[in-house]
């Protein structure tokens, strides 16, 4: 008997291996909701397949291991389903024929190295497929083939080498609009990697060891490309004034992070339609007057965390500069009047950051009054009393002696 007992005892405290539970959401029911159990689980028929008004499944977290095939059978309406953030190591050829409606795929976050050739020759009709945060080293020639309706493709956070790309991957999704490619090895990769498409409009290299601007990146096709990120590479100077050229729609162009020392003065004046421009954390000293003149879009400057020590008035007539972040350099003063002599050039601020900056107190207090008297919003965070704001000196008025203006 005492045996009996300590069998059920054991029992009753063994945990219990339960596969992930589902809810159903929403007005219409569409939308099933799954939480993890206690253990890993190989996703199978008959957790979230065979029902004909499923829109959505999102399996996000519930330590999947592996899918069987059939495991999303008879689900006619899916249009979006989420598997991000599981176990998943491998996906067999046929795993995902069914559900030919699917939009939106999310393998995410998962340990997939790569994928059987015809994987998604059954999702003709997907839009957006995010590959991001696996462990992908290779990309076999015809994967994509199937998508042609593809429009935001995301492989960031992978193990990608961008030699080893073919140029022809993605002949056959030529209208994606969003590419990332972040955190891969985007390095020496072919020039024409890019050539077919024609409506790109975002592209992510952040993190992609970078030592300068890809001509992969730039090239005529790519005309259409409204924001490029370039950010936390290894770029150290952009030399041809025609680097850019190509990019006639470019909008934002996001430069941070690159140890950046020189820039030609000529190279961001093809792109007119640039609103903004992100060159904060690099090594700039000087700033060419004609680097953002005449570029009638241009909203947004951050030169933040550089090593400017002068930025003058003329290199921003012809802008429509709004918000402008000069914080973290190495600035004494501003020129007389900076503000206003913007104002009467036809570039009125509205957002201006300018601390900290080792400024001296007295041209500090004058950049103040104006900025306080034009209502420019600025980082008066600082000015609490616990942050020291400016150097004294035994000047009582701004001295811009030392630089000939």
Same mark, same amino acid.
């Given at each position: 008997?005492?045996?009996?007992?300590? @069998?059920? $005892? !054991?029992?009753?405290?063994?945990? $219990?291996?339960?596969?992930?539970?589902?809810?159903? #959401?929403?007005?219409? #029911?569409?939308?099933?909701?799954c939480k993890p159990g206690d253990s890993n689980y190989v996703l199978e028929r008959?957790?979230?397949?065979?029902?004909?008004?499923?829109?959505? &499944?999102?399996?996000?977290?519930?330590?999947? /291991?592996? $899918?069987?095939?059939?495991? !999303?059978?008879?689900?006619?309406?899916?249009? +979006?389903?989420?598997?991000? *953030?599981?176990?998943? *190591?491998e996906l067999k050829l046929g795993v995902l024929d069914e559900?030919?409606?699917?939009? +939106?795929?999310?393998?995410?976050?998962?340990?997939?190295?790569?994928?059987?050739l015809g994987l998604f020759d059954q999702k003709p009709n997907l839009i957006t497929l995010d590959l991001s945060g696996n462990l &992908?080293? /290779?990309?076999?020639?015809?994967?994509? %083939?199937?998508?042609?309706?593809?429009?935001?493709?995301?492989?960031?956070?992978?193990?990608? $080498?961008?030699?080893?790309? /073919?140029?022809?991957?993605?002949?056959?999704?030529?209208h994606i609009t969003l590419l990332d490619f972040s955190s891969n090895d985007m390095s020496k990769s072919p020039d024409n990697l890019l050539h077919a498409f024609e409506s790109l409009e975002t592209l992510n290299l952040?993190?992609?060891?970078l030592t300068e601007v890809p001509k992969f990146a730039t090239t005529p096709n790519l005309k259409t490309i409204k924001h490029l990120t370039l950010s936390i590479n290894q770029i150290h100077k952009i030399e041809s004034a025609a680097t850019f050229l190509n990019l006639?729609?470019?909008?934002?162009?996001?430069?941070? *992070?690159?140890?950046?020392e020189f820039i030609n003065e000529n190279v961001f004046s093809s792109l007119k339609k640039l609103r903004g421009i992100v060159l904060r954390s690099n090594k700039l000293q000087l700033i060419s007057?004609?680097?953002?003149?005449?570029?009638?879009?241009?909203?947004? &400057? %951050? @030169?933040?965390?550089? !090593?400017?020590?002068?930025?003058g008035v003329d290199g921003l007539k012809g802008t429509s500069l709004k918000n402008l972040n000069l914080s973290d350099n190495r600035l004494t003063f501003l020129q007389e009047n900076f503000c206003l002599e913007l104002k009467n050039a036809g570039v009125t601020l509205v957002k201006f950051l300018f601390i900290p900056n080792p400024w001296h107190c007295a041209c500090l207090n004058e950049l103040l009054r104006e900025v306080k008297s034009m209502n420019i919003v600025y980082n008066s965070a600082y000015f609490d009393g616990k942050h020291s704001v400016c150097i004294a000196t035994d000047k009582f008025v701004c001295d811009r002696s030392l630089v000939d203006m």
């Open positions: 008997m005492n045996t009996l007992w300590l @069998l059920i $005892v !054991f029992i009753l405290q063994s945990p $219990v291996k339960a596969k992930p539970s589902c809810k159903v #959401y929403g007005t219409s #029911y569409r939308t099933v909701v008959g957790l979230v397949s065979d029902n004909n008004s499923t829109m959505k &499944i999102v399996l996000r977290g519930c330590r999947i /291991s592996e $899918v069987n095939l059939e495991s !999303f059978e008879n689900l006619p309406s899916l249009k +979006h389903l989420d598997l991000s *953030q599981n176990k998943i *190591q559900a030919l409606n699917v939009t +939106h795929l999310n393998l995410s976050s998962n340990l997939l190295t790569g994928f059987p &992908i080293n /290779s990309l076999e020639l015809g994967i994509f %083939d199937p998508l042609t309706k593809l429009k935001s493709l995301y492989l960031s956070a992978n193990l990608l $080498v961008g030699k080893d790309i /073919s140029p022809f991957l993605f002949d056959e999704s030529p952040s993190r992609c060891l006639h729609n470019l909008e934002k162009l996001d430069l941070a *992070q690159n140890n950046l007057n004609n680097l953002f003149k005449n570029l009638p879009k241009l909203v947004t &400057i %951050d @030169l933040a965390n550089n !090593f400017l020590t002068f930025f």
